[in-house]
């Protein structure tokens, strides 16, 4: 075929290639120069524009509008976050948790909370903080199988990313969900980031149904710190549970932390919300309240 115009789907970018699916086959496309002059870098996950050679080669011409972003993993047009957390060995943190979820409510992202080594300890008081939260949690034992499936029938024909602490089971856990894809434990670990060179490299499996999967780093290199989390009047909408109370404190400017009249205090008071919740929300609002719109632009360069 001569030079044709396609559209397609961004698999992986490796130093400044980028692998392209589209419905003629697989492109190695490089990104036009305006590219780098504006800062724009295109994304595992993105939708694009190539001009396609008939060596395979290509031109990545244009990214199409993105639904969501994450900058650290780059990821583009992500529909599910699964955030993997053991009960024990590690044992898990709530405000890392929280964290998580935040950054993916505000982008957008459906988050999901695996809980892990089930065989170990009783997920049951973690899963009801999330239960009450409503968030996704599974339960999920490597030993007995437990819950894996439910987790595969979630990954259909979605974009789905997993991320956790080393230790908690993300790779034994992955390596149960795809086998097909061969990849030890240890090779997993190191595409998930184990290491700081290797967090820029993101690369979306296919899976069988349909759906991806990305290979995305750990808690240690994925950047939650200041992740977009730097506006304080966004931050309440990274807890789904609040919803129902905004707009019924008896301040308009409350920040829902402890002031007089707040509804979602009192709600925290009558059991409608997680108290751990709230205490992370209080915990990232303190760490945020006073970044300038300077810093904010910095931490999310």
């Known amino acids: 075929m001569a030079s044709k115009h396609l559209e397609g789907l961004v698999r992986k970018g490796i130093g400044g290639f980028y692998t392209v699916e589209t419905p003629e086959g697989f492109f190695t496309c490089t990104a036009r120069g305006r590219f780098r002059k504006e800062r724009i870098s295109p994304y595992a996950g993105d939708r694009v524009r190539i001009l396609g050679e008939e060596d395979g080669t290509g031109a990545l011409e244009e990214i199409l509008p993105r639904r969501n972003f994450l900058v650290r993993p780059p990821l583009a ?23 998580t979820i935040a950054v993916a409510e505000l982008e957008g992202i459906q988050p999901a909370l695996v809980l892990t080594k089930t065989d170990l300890e009783d997920a049951s008081s973690l899963k009801a903080i999330y239960d009450l939260a409503g968030v996704p949690c599974l339960v999920v034992s490597s ?88 506006e304080k009047e966004r931050l309440v909408h990274g807890f789904r549970e609040f919803e129902p109370y905004l707009g019924q404190c008896q301040f308009t400017s409350c920040s829902h932390t402890c002031e007089k009249g707040c509804a979602i205090l009192q709600a925290v008071e009558e059991g409608k919300i997680a108290r751990s919740r709230h205490e992370s929300y209080c915990a990232m609002y303190q760490e945020i309240k006073d970044v300038k719109q300077w810093q904010q632009k910095n931490k999310n360069a």
Do not use: C, M
């Open 77 to 99: 047009n992500l529909d599910q976050l699964f955030i993997v957390s053991s009960l024990r060995d590690p044992y898990p943190e709530p405000l890392i948790i929280d964290k």
């Open 143 to 230: 030993v007995t199988g437990e819950g894996v499936d439910q987790v595969r029938k979630l990954l259909a024909g979605k974009v789905s990313a997993f991320t956790g602490n080393s230790g908690v089971g993300k790779s034994t856990l992955l390596n149960a969900l795809f086998p097909r894809l061969e990849l030890k434990t240890g090779e997993i670990s190191q595409k998930l980031g184990r290491g700081r060179h290797t967090t820029r490299e993101v690369e979306l499996y296919k899976l069988e149904d349909g759906g991806y999967v990305a290979d995305t780093p750990g808690f240690s290199t994925f950047e939650i710190e200041r992740y977009r989390l730097t």
